[in-house]
């Protein structure tokens, strides 16, 4: 079993819809939570960070993480078909050195 | 634009050669890691260089090895490559040695074993 498991999809949504991301993962020690965005033939772009349990906004973009449940996501408001992209889940314990990922979700905002 | 900056951006080699890949962080990082991404594994961390010295070390193989030298860019060796070598290898960096939640990833090197 992954440490990390996320969804691959396909997910395909009209542009103005709330999408929602999700990641589940089995390591307790993780305390910080990161989603990145890659597009084709890109590097991963670091969309936000959060640390232990909560949400944090950052525009468009809202990130959950519940400990408890061991389960993280990331709400896209009122979609755009530039928000076209696999998302990576990735995360870390404290202190360590490494991320550890999910293997993304595809992304398709129609028009 | 991360940043970060990686060469060549597309590798074709034979089984069996030797290729280096380059890796230049964002100014003022210290941290230099490598990952690779596979369709079937995902992204997976090699190693961690921190001002010039291994700091972490993940899924790599000893055919593998890297180095980060005084100016602070790093390479990649990949040698006796195979089939399964072919990936697209990504460099990230960040300013600190530990804590590892904010990296910048490159742009990516896609390598071909043909």
């Known amino acids: 079993q992954k440490e990390v498991e996320q969804d691959p999809g396909p997910l395909s949504v009209p542009e103005g819809a709330i999408v929602s991301l999700n990641c589940t993962y089995s390591n307790s020690a993780f305390q910080y939570f990161m989603w990145y965005r890659q597009y084709s033939r890109k590097g991963p772009e670091l969309l936000m960070y959060?640390?232990?349990?909560g949400n944090k906004e950052d525009g468009r973009f809202t990130a959950q993480v519940d400990k408890s449940s061991k389960y993280i996501s990331l709400f896209i408001r009122d979609s755009q078909p530039s928000d076209s992209a696999t998302y990576l889940c990735a995360m870390t314990p404290t202190g360590a050195n490494n991320l550890f990922f999910g293997t993304g979700t595809r992304l398709t905002v129609i028009p | 634009d991360s940043g970060v900056t990686q060469t060549p951006k597309h590798l074709i080699t034979a089984t069996g050669q030797r290729v280096t890949l380059r890796c230049s962080p964002r100014s003022g990082d210290l941290s230099v890691y490598w990952y690779q991404q596979s369709l079937d594994q995902g992204l997976q961390f090699l190693i961690q260089?921190?001002?010039?010295?291994?700091?972490a070390k993940g899924n790599i193989l000893e055919r593998f090895s890297a180095q980060q030298f005084p100016d602070l860019h790093s390479e990649l060796n990949l040698s006796s490559l195979e089939l399964g070598d072919s990936a697209l290898y990504f460099c990230?960096?960040?300013?600190?040695?530990?804590?590892?939640?904010?990296?910048?990833f490159g742009p990516g090197t896609r390598l071909t074993v043909t």
């Open positions: 959060t640390y232990s349990s």
């Open positions: 990230a960096s960040s300013a600190g040695g530990t804590g590892a939640y904010e990296q910048y």
């Open positions: 260089y921190y001002n010039g010295e291994e700091r």
